[in-house]
């Protein structure tokens, strides 16, 4: 499942992060790529430091606490984000993200928008599947999550620049159609409850959710 999600920054906190990133140093994002994706990879990425420590806490902080996101990913821990810019033609080829990352296992994939995308040309982020490509640009504060399994590129940036955060989350349902099945019991669940009340239906609804949950959660 790809998902996209509106909001998951305001546009003052969109602004405020951007001042941050304006002041902090950049280098060569192939530090962070492994070796075949190193060959693709053409971006620069946010200098370690005390900066990008609070940066990270401050964004990891307001992912977790989106409601949607928590539902779709179910993630148990996320790597430690990375903030990217693309800029002059820069682009990332086709790729599959590393399985493992500070020894957090990689299920879900996600791209957080950080400028509007009328401010650049290009620069989508193109996920592969075996229905076709999908192509993603995002508002900013708006984020998309995709099943880390997926090859995906990110288009070159031709004009302007592309800024973006970008993470990993392991999940506690490592199987994408699984997460997808639970989010859909979730969402029936909490339409029924929306439009009538908590009827001994809802009550079915949330045990077979929690007790999907339960049998597949890996803790
Ligand atoms: O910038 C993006 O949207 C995704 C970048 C990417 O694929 C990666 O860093 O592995
Ligand atoms: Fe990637």
Sequence with gaps: MVITIADVLSPVDVQDIRSTL???RFEDGRATAGWSAKLVKENEQAKEGP???LLRERVSKAILSNVVFSLAARPKALTPLLFSRYGGGQHYGTHVDN???????????FTLFLVDPDSYHGGELVIESV??????????GFLVAYPSTSLH???PVTRGERLVAVSWAQSYVRDSARR????????????????????????????????????????
């Design 99 to 109: 399985p493992l990352m500070d020894g957090i296992r990689t299920d879900v994939s």
């Design 153 to 155: 590129r990110v288009a």
């Design 22 to 24: 304006a002041a902090m």
């Design 131 to 140: 229905s076709g490509e999908e192509e993603v640009k995002l508002p900013a």
């Design 180 to 219: 997808e099945m639970l989010f859909d019991l979730e969402n029936a669940k909490r339409g029924l409850f929306a439009t009538s009340g908590k009827t001994p239906e809802f009550d079915l609804l949330a045990k077979t959710s929690a007790n999907l949950f339960r049998m597949w959660a890996e803790t």
């Design 51 to 53: 900066a990008l420590g």
